[in-house]
Nanobody, 117 residues
């Protein structure tokens, strides 16, 4: 099964930016939709962004206008550009393939994003 490795997280001040990367061990070209999820302490994992094609992307209302998802099938990588970060964006971020509206692969280790002054 394809393994996922997320990276790029860290500690950032409110209003700052981060770019997350998710590298897949296998091809993602045949995967229709890839997504980024996050899980904050004490909360359920939630989908924040998904990408089917460069012109077909979806975002949770909480991140719309601040986050941008993209994918590079040749590099087998999915990105999440995050800007205007808020403390409520603090969470562990994960990527996954999405099939029938559900995450389809085993989860990676995630990458921690902490927004704090």
């Amino acid at each position: 099964q394809v393994q996922l490795v997320e990276s790029g997280g860290g500690l950032v001040q409110p209003g700052g930016s981060l770019r997350l990367s998710c590298a897949a061990s296998g091809s993602i070209s045949s995967i229709a939709t890839m997504g980024w999820y996050r899980q904050a302490p004490g909360k359920q994992r939630e989908l924040v962004a998904s990408v089917f094609s460069p012109s077909f992307k979806m975002y949770a209302d909480s991140v719309k206008g601040r986050f941008t998802i993209s994918r590079d099938n040749a590099k087998r990588t999915v990105y999440l550009q995050m800007s205007s970060l808020k403390p409520e964006d603090t969470a562990v971020y994960y990527c996954n393939a999405i099939k029938n509206g559900m995450p389809d692969w085993s989860w990676g280790q995630g990458t921690q994003v902490t927004v704090s002054s």
